[in-house]
């Protein structure tokens, strides 16, 4: 079974841009996380979608955006990139049922922002 | 508010001797409880979670954690390391409610020697 996959595995960026990261859950799962893993910072949680609705944000400007297609895939899309956006970003997918669900990661994109 | 901590940044064992690597939460109610690892430039692997029942959970590689309430801890253990094992290893609680999200401690670096 395919697990969690995420597209680019590379992207570079200059600063002002757009940047759009993509990821497609595994099959069944209808929930799609997703997390910055920026140096120094940790792992950050950034947005929750299940069912097409977002149901969680974290502590990020709004310049962090996404939205889920019909088929339970996700698109992040951070406008207006800064240098400090560099950073590994990981999609997450689950059953979507929060308290007693787990979270399986895909392996990343990173986006580097000049 | 929930939190997580590894006190230890980067521990350092021998091919071959025991190893056990530290986490405390911080949380409420009965928290689940989650261990990744993640090679370089790599995505999260899950390891093993405990949500409720025996609190000696089993996981792949032959990792196991135990889960103390009364030490809000849930420490990773391994009767013998692998060279392969060296990567970094993240603890995680789920945030509980309707939040969704994990919040993941700093992890702590894992050097094998040979």
């Known amino acids: 079974e395919a697990g969690v996959t995420q597209s680019p595995t590379h992207l570079i960026k200059t600063r002002g841009q757009q940047a759009t990261l993509r990821c497609s859950p595994i099959s069944g799962h209808t929930s799609v996380y997703w997390y910055q893993q920026a140096l120094g910072l940790g792992l950050q949680f950034l947005l929750w979608?299940?069912?097409?609705?977002?149901?969680n944000r974290g502590n990020f400007p709004p310049r962090f955006s996404g939205r889920q297609f019909p088929n339970y895939s996700s698109e992040l899309n951070v406008n207006a990139l800064e240098l400090e956006d560099s950073a590994l970003y990981l999609c997450?997918?689950?059953?979507?049922?929060?308290?007693?669900?787990?979270?399986?990661f895909g392996p990343g994109t990173r986006l580097t922002v000049l | 508010a929930q939190s997580v901590t590894q006190p230890d940044i980067h521990i350092t064992v021998s091919e071959g001797a025991s190893l056990e690597l530290r986490c405390n939460y911080s949380?409420?109610?009965?928290?689940?409880l989650f261990w990744y690892v993640q090679s370089p430039g790599q995505g999260l692997q899950l390891l093993l979670k405990y949500f409720s029942g025996d609190t000696l959970v089993q996981g792949i590689k032959g990792f196991e954690a135990e889960f103390k309430r009364s030490q809000s801890s849930f420490n990773l253990r391994k009767p013998s390391v692998h060279w392969s094992d060296a990567a970094e290893y993240f603890c995680a609680v789920e945030a509980g409610g309707s939040q969704g999200n994990l919040i993941f401690g700093k992890g702590t670096k894992l050097s094998v020697k040979p």
């Open positions: 949380y409420g109610a009965t928290p689940y």
């Open positions: 979608y299940d069912e097409g609705e977002e149901r």
């Open positions: 997450a997918s689950s059953f979507g049922l929060a308290g007693a669900d787990t979270q399986y």
